[in-house]
């Protein structure tokens, strides 16, 4: 992102939005900083979900060095934090591949909070006992917004709760989900946040010819309480989405970060231009 701003310094600017426990910088770039109409793109909550942060990386570079070949982005600012939880992917590339939480210490030895059950809308409702338990790589923390990273991307949100579109980018499953997370109940506005997701998957099936699934966490899976989504749309942001990247897991063949990132831009783009209308 440095080399980018450095050769591109009319198109982006690069902030500090927080720093981790371990002390590593969370970095957002801002593209097309002079733009009124905001899409923020988060990734890499879990440190083990390479393909998130790799994908958001491919979207940053295509949007600054190729910006001629999607004219609809440049209605849009957009802020993309790539590695949101530092420790835990350094932890991942020196240790242990599989960890999925941060790196704070917590009770009797444990390590760590699952980042995307950490933020503070529906923290309390406890679905699954394994998030209460500091063992658990689903564990929630001790309260909500706990951890810095989390407490870093909350404020971002915050300060642009005007955002048009909020993507959470994740890894496993082929899946665009929307709120709520903890509940059946319906969210505000829910068939035009399906029509926004659907309008994604349209994007991906067209681009690369794989098929993405669009529902919420309780139709598709487990309700899932704390997550960044939910509390997006609990302070107004338009529209907020996670998108799960990839069929695979974990690892992705190399040979496919570039195919993932095709599908991330494409769906990311077609969501934006859905929810900023004709």
Known sequence: MDALFAKYPEQCTINTIGQSY????????????????TVILVAN???????????????IHELIRNTKSYPEAANFRWIIVPISNPDGYEYTRAEDRNWN???????DDNVGVDLNRN?????????NDEDANPNRETYRGMKP??????????????????????????VGGQLILIPWGYTDKPAPNANFLRSVAQAGSSAILSRTSQYYI?????ELFNHQPGTSMDY???IGIKV???IRLTSEELVSDPKNIIPHGQEALAAVLAMAVKVNGP
Not at 51 to 58: G, K, L, Q
Request: net charge negative; with cysteine.
């Open 240 to 242: 907020c989405v996670e």
């Open 145 to 170: 917004f706990s951890e810095p990273e989390s407490r870093a991307i909350k404020d971002l949100l915050v300060m642009n709760e005007d955002a048009y579109l909020y993507v959470d980018m994740h």
């Open 214 to 218: 669009v529902g919420t966490l309780g």
């Open 119 to 127: 933020f503070g809308y529906m923290w309390e409702l406890l679905t």
């Open 101 to 107: 939480k941060n790196r704070v210490p917590k009770l």
């Open 22 to 37: 371990e002390g590593r910088v969370i970095n957002a770039i801002i593209i097309n900083p002079t733009q009124v109409k």
């Open 232 to 234: 997006c749309y609990s």
């Open 45 to 59: 909550l879990q440190g083990r979900e390479w393909a998130s942060m790799t994908s958001a990386i491919y979207i």
